[in-house]
């Protein structure tokens, strides 16, 4: 412990000075809005409804408890001020360092290499993404609780007890609900039994997979949740215009990239666009880059087994987003990197450490050179965190980085909101975006909803069959021609709209809220109420569905069903103003 203590001291300060301008950065448009600033789920705290509402519902097209009731203690703690956000990511961050550095040196007796992983784990920029980003909390977080069942596992290696299985179960549990990509956590547990616990070849591989059984349950149930989440709302949609050999070449390129930005993490951005088709000699270099490395680690597994250990490391933990499953659309991202490098990290330290071993001359060379290179990520680091300061220039740096690409400009339309901007900026935007790419739906339904808002309706209707066209299995641009009808009286059409959206949408509310605004339009009250319970059967935390129950309640004379519609409004968001004036009406009424 002696020894551990002053490269603790020394990583944690380090860190906190490569991080120092963490605290200043601010929310960013791309996601804290639906994750913390936007959503009153998490924005108004810790309470009973938002706990329920957490390990119930789907938060930012996903399903991580764990990280939704962590954005709530920060609210509770903080209300809405992002730089305190961002130190205790800082703090999850410099925790998870000094757990690699602990854990790494308890299960291989080495100092020095065990301090290189954990140093350039902290301050590589690659990783500034999971740090510097407020909805990455889930990155951090979930590291926390994975690099902790890694302790369990290890303690009940020593001396296997009911209670310790039982402590690494609930560590697993409490990764994956804090993110899904901490699936492959019972695999990482076998590469430590191979190798540095070595517990194989001693104990067969069929005796160490059967002890982590309940492990593969766990991680199975809690995956199959997480894609029915993300199926359901869409997320998977880019990839499925991919096919299988699209896949398999991106997450061929996109191995190797990882590797190109770690050895040269220059020009980062928080967006890589996925390209489709990969020319034909990238992914067969990539794919002979990926065979020679694994050929040379399988040759070397025995006299070096860091090597192997490190390099399926990597290779196994980017596995779940990787591509071949698409979430989004882009390419790669910095933020998958944050566990999977150490398995690279490994790899490096510990063949360094051999060399120093076998040629004593070179120990000073080599710790110049590791000097540097963390000098180097520090400066870059620093650097990195200065771009996520503030939301447009976030933008602006993701331009320099990627070009004129549409994505560019739908976060820039996000971030001049953030930043309170004007609505005609806004607006430049998105007639920017739809110059360079005019069949891309987001901008065709934004245009189309401002040309709405304007009267200029056969624009806006023009603007959103177009999307139709081009997304006909998509609920929005069908949601959103059924409004533009409806502002125009034109409700026979606007229920066919709106019904399309509704069966497109199984489980979407707003479609069925939408149906209701029509139904009371035309003076059909009941078809309205019934819609409305409709929606609220689709997603029982929707408010605004449970707010409108209660103001049709009370025109039908329902005063006792509309004053517990109204309450259960409130119970799910205190902060609805027009719910609470409408309750408001309602207990005057009843008086």
Not at 428 to 446: K, N, T, V
């Amino acid at each position: 412990m002696p020894r551990t203590l002053p490269i603790l001291a020394a990583l944690v300060v380090a860190t906190i000075a490569a991080y120092w301008q963490v605290g200043e950065c601010g929310f960013v448009g791309y996601d804290d809005p639906s994750y913390v600033r936007d959503e009153p789920m998490v924005n108004q705290g810790l309470r009973s409804a938002a706990i329920a509402w957490a390990f119930t519902a789907v938060h930012s097209v996903n399903w991580h408890p764990v990280t939704s009731l962590s954005h709530m203690l920060d609210c509770t703690l903080f209300e809405l001020r992002p730089g305190p956000m961002h130190w205790v990511n800082l703090g999850w961050h410099l925790l998870n360092t000094a757990l690699v550095f602990l854990l790494w040196h308890r299960l291989s007796r080495a100092l020095w290499p065990s301090a290189a992983v954990a140093a350039f784990f902290a301050l590589h920029p690659l990783h500034v993404e999971s740090v510097a980003w407020i909805s990455e909390r889930k990155d951090v977080l979930s590291t926390a609780f994975w690099l902790l069942a890694i302790l369990a596992h290890v303690r009940w290696v020593e001396r296997p007890a009911r209670s310790r299985s039982a402590l690494l179960l609930l560590t697993t549990a409490l990764a994956l609900m804090a993110k899904p990509m901490a699936v492959t956590l019972p695999f990482t547990l076998l590469l430590l039994d191979y190798w540095p616990l070595r517990r194989w070849p001693a104990r067969s591989w069929g005796a160490l997979l059967r002890e982590k059984v309940p492990l593969f349950v766990l991680v199975i149930a809690l995956s199959v949740v997480v894609y029915l989440v993300q199926d359901t709302t869409g997320a998977t949609g880019f990839g499925a215009s991919l096919t299988i050999g699209m896949r398999l070449g991106n997450a061929a390129v996109g191995y190797v990239r990882y590797l190109g930005q770690t050895l040269w993490p220059a020009a980062l951005s928080p967006f890589y666009p996925h390209p489709g088709w990969w020319p034909w000699w990238a992914i067969a270099g990539a794919l002979a880059i990926l065979a020679g490395v694994s050929w040379l680690v399988w040759r070397e597994r025995d006299r070096r087994p860091w090597l192997a250990f490190g390099w399926c490391w990597y290779l196994g933990t980017l596995v779940p987003v990787i591509g071949l499953i698409q979430v989004g659309s882009q390419s790669i991202a910095d933020r998958y990197t944050y566990v999977p490098l150490l398995g690279i990290f490994t790899m490096l330290a510990w063949s360094a450490a051999e060399v120093v071993e076998k040629r004593r001359a070179l120990r000073v060379p080599i710790a110049a050179v590791a000097a540097l290179l963390l000098g180097a990520c520090i400066f870059k680091t620093m650097r990195q965190v200065r771009i996520w300061r503030e939301p447009i220039g976030l933008i602006e740096h993701m331009r320099s980085v990627i070009g004129e690409h549409p994505v560019v400009y739908r976060e820039m339309a996000t971030a001049f909101l953030v930043a309170g901007r004007p609505e005609e900026e806004v607006i430049a935007q998105y007639r920017r975006g739809h110059e360079i790419a005019p069949d891309y739906p987001f901008f065709l339904h934004e245009l189309g909803a401002h040309a709405a808002r304007q009267g200029r309706f056969e624009e806006a209707y023009a603007l959103l069959n177009r999307a139709r066209e081009l997304t006909p299995r998509d609920v929005s641009p069908y949601h959103n021609l059924a409004s533009v009808c409806k502002m125009q009286g034109r409700f026979d059409e606007a229920l066919k709209h709106v019904r399309r959206a509704r069966e497109l949408g199984p489980r979407d509310p707003d479609p069925r809220r939408l149906l209701a605004e029509i139904y009371v339009a035309q003076g059909r009250l009941s078809d309205a109420r019934a819609a409305l319970l409709d929606a609220i059967r689709c997603d029982r935390w929707d408010w605004l569905a449970w707010n409108e129950l209660g103001a049709l309640d009370y025109r039908l004379g329902r005063y006792s069903d509309a004053e517990a519609a109204l309450e259960q409004a409130l119970w799910i968001n205190p902060g609805d103003e027009l719910a609470a004036a409408n309750l408001a009406a309602v207990r005057a009424k009843r008086r």
